[in-house]
């Protein structure tokens, strides 16, 4: 089992950066994908970036490609996600996700352990 805690939401203006972090808990963590994904109310969960075990290989959505970066720390266990620029389309809630294994998936099936989520609300 994996417990993921995210942390570092908030209320920004339109052009502020914000940093979110995720801590896990449990087993294997570095042998894991680990990704971010947002929800707005009404819509389904939205992949936004991914980083695979070993932290050399990132994927993003075309979204936030050049504003948003993950990265990760396996002896803190911890993922974080980097956002610039952001803008009032970026208000959602925010959720970390865990993998079983490594993989390079960007749908939320592909992806077994999951976050509360934290709020992100971007003003103009």
């Known amino acids: 089992q994996v417990q993921l805690v995210e942390s570092g939401g908030g209320l920004v203006q339109a052009g502020d950066s914000l940093k979110l972090s995720c801590e896990a808990t449990?087993?294997?963590?570095?042998?894991?994908?680990m990704a971010w994904f947002r929800q707005v109310p009404g819509k389904e969960r939205e992949f936004l970036a991914g980083?695979?075990?070993?932290?050399?290989?990132?994927f993003y959505a075309e979204s936030v490609k050049g504003r948003f970066t993950i990265s990760r720390d396996n002896r803190k266990n911890t993922a974080d996600l980097q956002m610039n620029i952001l803008e009032p389309e970026d208000t959602a809630v925010y959720y970390c996700?865990?993998?079983?294994?490594?993989?390079?998936?960007?749908?939320?099936?592909?992806?077994?352990?999951w976050g509360q989520g934290t709020q992100v609300t971007v003003s103009y």
């Open positions: 996700a865990a993998a079983t294994g490594d993989t390079w998936g960007r749908d939320q099936w592909d992806y077994s352990y």
């Open positions: 449990g087993r294997r963590f570095a042998e894991r994908t």
């Open positions: 980083i695979i075990w070993s932290g050399e290989r990132t």
